[in-house]
Every structure is written in structure tokens, then in C-alpha cells.
């Protein structure tokens, strides 16, 4: 089944459920996709042994939509490219408002091993965390990955003031109440470590997966070196700040707290 954008509506700022809530479905699989013919049905067929997929065609120009459909997924299209962000928040509205209790999200171009989907629900079914992510070892990445992911996830660890080890996988789960109560505001790939910090500032807790490490020769990333390392930046610094005023916040509350327990003072 094809479902057009003009069907499926979101809020920039936080996922509206219209009020539903878990109908038990479980977890369903939302895969983001642009001009990924030469794999998708690959992907798609794959992760459908184990869990039921969206297909979220963001503006593909090849045949990504019709692949991913004959291999008997839902797709929902947007007209045109709108990032890789938009694209799950797409899917994100759609799993909440379908009734769905969480979402495992997948690149659509092979770099994720379906068979690594069992260790993935495991640790969120075991209460791992609101958000698992799949760890994947940098040594093995083609230059200059190998040495721009490892820094990311130092940038991101500096800013959060949490351990992060991948902050940039694609491949992850995310609980239900996690994605109600998020507040998303990137539209390409720098809404991944927006994730993070969404998880951290509403104190729910993180998991991390080893999962393979699969770069296919031949294939093109759709990250573009200069412009979503820009991007990534100026959201690390962006987080440092949401941080550090947060925590100016919740210093000051204390700070009134303890006043407040001294009761009233006399001034001699």
C-alpha cells in the first residue's frame, strides 16, 4: 500500500497521538529511503521475516516506492526530498498513531544486518532503555568515517555529559513514550543526536548494541561530508547549551528549595 504525505500530517515540535494509545502491537520497523532501488526490496524482505515494516520514500527519483510496495510493505511517500529526519518523523506519527508500542529504525541501504534485529528488541524488551542503539566498531569503516565517527561521539559525550559510543547509528529503537514526549527540531541527519539529548533531558535511559559493521563498495552515502558535519555541529553546540542552561535551572530551584526549608529570617 502506497499512502501519500497529503495523508499523513506531524508537529515539528512534539508527535500528536490524537489521543490514542498502545493497542499492543509491538514494534514495527520504520526504514527512510531515498533513491535506494538497488536495495530496499533486499531490506525490506529481510526485516519482514521478523517484524512489519514502513517504508518512509523520501522524494525518490528511481523506483524505491514500487520495490519496496511488491515486496508487500506499507510506503508512505513524500512529494519531494524533505531529509532523512523528516522522514522519521513520518514514520514516528504513523507508528503512534497506528497504536504501535515502539519502533526500530533501518537504513535502506544494507548497512544493517536484519539477523541483528533479534539482539536489538531483546535489550529493549529486557528494559535496556527508552532509546537502544546499535554500536558499531569505527576501526572497520572506510576513511574518513573511521575517524570522523569516533570524534562525534567524543563531541557528544563532552556536550551531554553522558557516555556515547555511536552517536550517529541509524539503527535503533525507540519507545512509545519516548516518542510522544520528544521535541524534534532538525530535518536531516543531525536529528539522530537530537534523539540523544531528547532521551537525556527527559531522563530516560539509553542502551547500546554491538551490531555489525556492513559498508557496501560501490554505494554512495547520502550524508553529505560538508554540509551535515556543519549541521552536526552546530546541534552538539546547541545541546551544550540546552544543557548548561537546564542545569542553571535546576540549580536555582534547589537553591529555593533550601531557602524555602530555613523558614523565615530575622535581620538583626
Not at 527519483?61 to 532523512?84: F, M, Y
Not at 536489538?120 to 558499531?136: F, P, T
Not at 554505494?219 to 558535519?229: A, I, M, N, V, Y
Amino acid at each position: 500500500m502506497v499512502i501519500s504525505m497529503d495523508d499523513v500530517t506531524h508537529k515539528a515540535d512534539t508527535l500528536s497521538t490524537g489521543g490514542k494509545t498502545s493497542n499492543g502491537l509491538g514494534l514495527l520497523a520504520v526504514i527512510p529511503a531515498r533513491n535506494e532501488a538497488p536495495t530496499i526490496a533486499a531490506v525490506v524482505s529481510g526485516v519482514m521475516s521478523k517484524l512489519p515494516v514502513l517504508v518512509i520514500d523520501d522524494g525518490s527519483q528511481d523506483e524505491t516506492a514500487d520495490l519496496a510496495r511488491e515486496a508487500g510493505t506499507t510506503v508512505i511517500s513524500h512529494g519531494t526530498n524533505r531529509g532523512k529526519g523528516a522522514a522519521l518523523l513520518t514514520g514516528f506519527a504513523w507508528a503512534l498513531d497506528n497504536g504501535y508500542d515502539a519502533v526500530v529504525t533501518l537504513d535502506a541501504d544494507g548497512q544493517h544486518a536484519a539477523e541483528d534485529l533479534d539482539d536489538m528488541v531483546h535489550a529493549y524488551r529486557a528494559g535496556a532503555g527508552d532509546l537502544i542503539i546499535g554500536e558499531r566498531t569505527f576501526s572497520v569503516m572506510p576513511f574518513p568515517r573511521w575517524l570522523s565517527q569516533p570524534i562525534g561521539a567524543w563531541l557528544m559525550t563532552l556536550a551531554l555529559g553522558v557516555s556515547v559510543t555511536d552517536c550517529q547509528s541509524g539503527f535503533r529503537v525507540l519507545s512509545r513514550r519516548l516518542m510522544e514526549r520528544m521535541r524534534l527540531t532538525a530535518r536531516g541527519y543531525e536529528m539522530e543526536v537530537e534523539m540523544i539529548w531528547e532521551a537525556v533531558r527527559l531522563g530516560y535511559s539509553i542502551g547500546w548494541v554491538p551490531i555489525q559493521t556492513i559498508y557496501l563498495p560501490g554505494r554512495r552515502s547520502g550524508f553529505h561530508p560538508l554540509k551535515d558535519t556543519l549541521r552536526f555541529v552546530r546541534m552538539t553546540w546547541h545541546i551544550w547549551r540546552s544543557r548548561r542552561r537546564l542545569q542553571d535551572v535546576q540549580e536555582t530551584e534547589t537553591v529555593e528549595e533550601d531557602d524555602a526549608c530555613l523558614g523565615p529570617r530575622t535581620i538583626s
